[in-house]
């Protein structure tokens, strides 16, 4: 049975930093494309950051280049994302995505992240 289960979100202050990982069983995980999005409330689930199979090419959105980082961990079959200088318009709930093809493709439940003063 498949699970992709995240963790780290919580409450931060604007500037502040976390750290997202998202832990998957019951695949190969290194065959594996792995992306996080995120859902803001009334708005539709957009992309953050995607790392390919190797771990060689990574891909962020323009909101958030230059402050968050994707990384993946074949050993562990973990990803992160680590987040800093947050933003409130960060907030939302925040899913990880493990993919192989467009039909082999699973979520995980969702973390809150919220960044208010």
């Known amino acids: 049975q498949v699970q992709v289960v995240e963790s780290g979100g919580g409450l931060v202050q604007p500037g502040g930093s976390l750290r997202l990982s998202c832990a998957a069983s019951?695949?190969?995980?290194?065959?594996?494309?792995l992306g996080w999005y995120r859902q803001a409330p009334g708005k539709q689930r957009e992309l953050v950051a995607t790392?390919?199979?190797?771990?060689?090419?990574?891909n962020y959105a323009d909101s958030v280049k230059g402050r968050f980082t994707i990384s993946r961990d074949n050993a562990k079959k973990t990803f992160y994302l680590q987040m800093n200088s947050l933003k409130p318009e960060d907030t939302a709930v925040y899913y990880c995505?493990?993919?192989?093809?467009?039909?082999?493709?699973?979520w995980g439940q969702g973390t809150q992240v919220t960044v208010s003063s």
């Open positions: 019951g695949i190969v995980f290194s065959i594996y494309a």
């Open positions: 995505n493990v993919r192989y093809s467009a039909v082999v493709d699973y």
């Open positions: 790392i390919t199979i190797g771990g060689t090419r990574t």
